[in-house]
T-cell receptor
Framework: EAGVVQSPRYKIIEKKQPVAFWCNPI?????LYWYRQNLGQGPELLIR????????DSQLPKDRFSAERLKGVDSTLKIQPAELGDSAVYLC???????????????FGPGTRLTVL | SQQGEEDPQALSIQEGENATMNCSYK?????LQWYRQNSGRGLVHLIL?????REKHSGRLRVTLDTSKKSSSLLITASRAADTASYFC???????????FGPGTRLSVLP
């Protein structure tokens, strides 16, 4: 069974440019998460989807970040415009059940390493 | 915000030794999870322990949870070079309102 797929794996852009990350979760997983991980730190949750609904986006910097999960499957995370401080690894994860049913094991993708120059 | 705080930040041991990592958290939780991250396999779930459990085993891993002290420990027995990785605890802060990772413990197992 394929795991969580993310693309691209690496992205280098100049500040003020837009960038987008794509995630394909494990088939059948209803809950999808986007995390940001800075060097030497743990992942920080940006947004959580249950099917196509964003149920927790309290940590998403909404002035420049946006996300969507059309049809409750694939998801994209966009930054526009990117700033130097956005350099990090962006991780996508998915889990089988709905959050309200209890915490499930999360399966993580390999991440996208973003460098903003 | 970071809920869990792992201790120590870094740990170096010889192959065959045991490694113990600790995690402290601030608010009430439903459960606590441990994850491992290395360059080869990314972030991988190791074990989940619920708030009504005190100890759980999985292979060479032993996790304990003390809700009165708001702390957990992860013990890896008979460590191997392949155990070299960063280990994170993650909690559902505020009884499931949020999911928060700690900063991690970087474990180096020397051959």
């Amino acid at each position: 069974e394929a795991g969580v797929v993310q693309s691209p794996r690496y992205k280098i852009i100049e500040k003020k440019q837009p960038v987008a990350f794509w995630c394909n979760p494990i088939s059948g997983h209803n809950t999808l998460y986007w995390y940001r991980q800075n060097l030497g730190q743990g992942p920080e949750l940006l947004i959580r989807y249950e099917n196509e609904e964003a149920v927790d986006d309290s940590q998403l910097p909404k002035d420049r970040f946006s996300a969507e999960r059309l049809k409750g499957v694939d998801s994209t995370l966009k930054i526009q415009p990117a700033e130097l401080g956005d350099s990090a690894v962006y991780l996508c994860a998915s889990s089988l059940g709905a959050w309200r049913e209890g915490v499930n094991e999360q399966f993580f993708g390999p991440g996208t390493r973003l460098t903003v120059l | 915000s970071q809920q869990g705080e792992e201790d120590p930040q870094a740990l170096s041991i010889q192959e065959g030794e045991n490694a113990t990592m600790n995690c402290s958290y601030k608010t009430s939780i439903n459960n606590l999870q441990w994850y491992r991250q290395n360059s080869g396999r990314g972030l991988v779930h190791l074990i989940l322990i619920r708030s009504n459990e005190r100890e759980k085993h999985s292979g060479r891993l032993r996790v304990t949870l003390d809700t009165s002290k708001k702390s957990s420990s992860l013990l890896i027995t008979a460590s191997r070079a392949a155990d070299t990785a960063s280990y994170f605890c993650a909690t559902d802060e505020g009884y499931g309102q949020n999911f928060v990772f700690g900063p991690g413990t970087r474990l180096s197992v020397l051959p």
